[in-house]
């Protein structure tokens, strides 16, 4: 299985951007998909996840601020990033785990996207 994620960039504090993963090589509906950053000189930390049921879960830096959502038909998980400002720039991650694993760890990571916001 792999993960192909894309849509960062640099944009100005107060803006939008909206990131897109793609996985390919599995059955996308069985995967609970996440979102990751890691900011220059941080440990990389969690942002959201979303269930296969289209639950969704956020870390409390992000909440009321970014959307995870997922379309099951395109095989793509999104993440919606508003009032965005210069604390969340980092490179961001999709991950993936497997719906019936019996650890909570994301075992499938995709490259890493850019997001930069400037003050």
């Known amino acids: 299985v792999q993960l192909q994620a894309s849509g960062g960039g640099l944009v100005q504090a107060g803006g939008s951007l909206r990131l897109s993963c793609t996985m390919s090589?599995?059955?996308?509906?069985?995967?609970?998909l996440g979102w990751f950053r890691q900011a220059p000189g941080k440990e990389r930390e969690y942002v959201a996840q979303?269930?296969?049921?289209?639950?969704?879960h956020y870390a409390d830096s992000v909440k009321g601020r970014f959307t995870i959502s997922r379309d099951n038909a395109k095989n793509t998980v999104y993440l919606q990033m508003n009032s965005l400002n210069p604390e969340d720039t980092a490179v961001y991650y999709c991950?993936?785990?497997?719906?019936?694993?019996?650890?909570?760890?994301?075992?499938?990571w995709g490259q890493g996207t850019q997001v930069t916001v400037s003050s």
């Open positions: 979303i269930y296969w049921a289209a639950s969704t």
């Open positions: 991950a993936a785990r497997h719906r019936a694993s019996s650890s909570n760890e994301y075992t499938v």
């Open positions: 090589g599995r059955t996308f509906v069985n995967y609970v």
